[in-house]
């Protein structure tokens, strides 16, 4: 369960990809060098690849700050969250008393 992250390093990273959440999509340019703005699909499949980018960053700062006060802490695996919603969530896993634990 070790982790070399900087744990300034990654919550600094994570937090700079969260203020970057809001960028607009990228313009299209089709053959004939003509600009479109991106179609509403396109927009949200960019939304929620940055949530995940996001998401993933934060479970890696999270577990680099457990690392650093010597908790053995890991990023999981992805999972659903079915008290909420079916949207998912990234968990971390941790040792507590020599018991796994697992928080999303």
Known sequence: ?????????A???ARTRFADLGIAAPAVRDDRGT?????????EILRRARLITI???LAEAVTAHLTATG???????????????D??????????????????
């Open 71 to 85: 908790i053995e802490a890991e990023v999981d695996q992805v999972r659903v969250d079915p008290a909420e919603t």
């Open 35 to 43: 600009v479109h703005s991106p179609d509403a699909r396109y927009v």
């Open 1 to 9: 369960m070790a982790n070399t992250l900087d744990p300034a390093r």
């Open 87 to 104: 949207e998912q969530v990234m968990a971390i896993r941790t040792t507590l008393a020599g018991t796994p634990s697992s928080y999303r």
């Open 55 to 57: 998401s993933d960053g």
């Open 11 to 13: 919550e600094q990273e």
